[in-house]
């Protein structure tokens, strides 16, 4: 399955607690029970898709599975969450863009698009 890889950058981190705070808040995410290797595990959902999302144990890295509405949207909804830009590859590192520099899930969709991904 194709997916989605969240990073700040070589060795940083990412704020575990702040990303499950945000992201169980989120009416779009459903928790679900810890996985192996996974820091947070949940899902995010759309009238018409589902990602599911793992944040490692080690903080530096945050799968979001699929390529579709939800994946798009759990990106973007993961950047707001976060202080420093974050940065998005695909599986075969056909691209890598930082979230920032995008509004919208559409915006993000496009670019990746664009970019073979």
């Known amino acids: 399955m194709a997916f989605l ?24 995410v459903r928790c679900q029970p810890p996985d192996y290797g996974c820091a947070f595990n949940c899902e ?10 793992r944040v490692k144990d080690d903080a530096e ?11 798009f949207c759990a990106a973007v909804e993961i950047q707001a969450l976060c202080r ?13 863009l930082t979230l920032t520099d995008f509004s919208s899930p559409i915006e993000l969709e496009h670019a990746i ?5």
């Not at 995010?44 to 999302?53: E, G, M």
């Open 84 to 96: 420093q830009p974050v940065h998005v590859i695909d599986e075969s590192y056909s691209f890598d």
């Open 44 to 53: 995010y959902l759309t009238d018409s898709d589902v990602a599911p999302i």
């Open 5 to 28: 890889l969240l990073y700040i950058g070589e060795g940083v981190q990412f704020d575990v607690d702040g990303i499950k705070r945000g992201l169980s808040a989120s009416s779009h």
């Open 61 to 71: 890295t945050i799968v979001v599975e699929g390529m579709g509405e939800a994946a």
């Open 113 to 117: 698009r664009e970019r073979g991904g």
